[in-house]
């Protein structure tokens, strides 16, 4: 069994910047790509990014592009998410999960089913 726990949430003004990390129980961490997903109250939950197994590859949802950044540490079950210039839209409960496998495509990447395991999530809110 995995665990996946988030931290790093918190209130914020809009132009700040904020980093999550999902800290992963058990010995297959460098095993398989992590991703981060977001939800914002009443709306379903979204893909925002994605990186690979060794970190050399990473894919974002357009609207986070060139403000956030993914990147794990595989010495330490360690992914992170770094969030600069948020804005109040970027308010939701954050989430990390793990792919079940390597993901090849943008439409599978997306794909809440392609994930097998999820953390608890941690709130980010920006205030304008």
């Known amino acids: 069994q995995v665990q996946l726990v988030e931290s790093g949430g918190g209130l914020v003004q809009a132009g700040e910047s904020l980093r999550l990390s999902c800290e992963a129980s058990?010995?297959?961490?460098?095993?398989?790509?992590m991703g981060w997903f977001r939800q914002a109250q009443g709306k379903e939950r979204e893909f925002v990014a994605y990186?690979?197994?060794?970190?050399?590859?990473?894919h974002y949802l357009d609207s986070v592009e060139g403000r956030f950044t993914i990147s794990r540490d595989n010495t330490k079950n360690l992914v992170y998410l770094q969030m600069n210039s948020l804005k109040p839209e970027d308010t939701a409960n954050y989430y990390c999960?793990?792919?079940?496998?390597?993901?090849?495509?943008?439409?599978?990447?997306?794909?809440?089913?392609?994930?097998?395991?999820w953390g608890q999530g941690t709130q980010v809110t920006v205030s304008s």
């Open positions: 990186i690979n197994k060794i970190g050399g590859w990473t």
């Open positions: 058990g010995r297959t961490f460098g095993s398989y790509p």
């Open positions: 999960a793990r792919a079940k496998s390597s993901l090849g495509t943008a439409q599978a990447i997306h794909d809440m089913k392609q994930y097998d395991y």
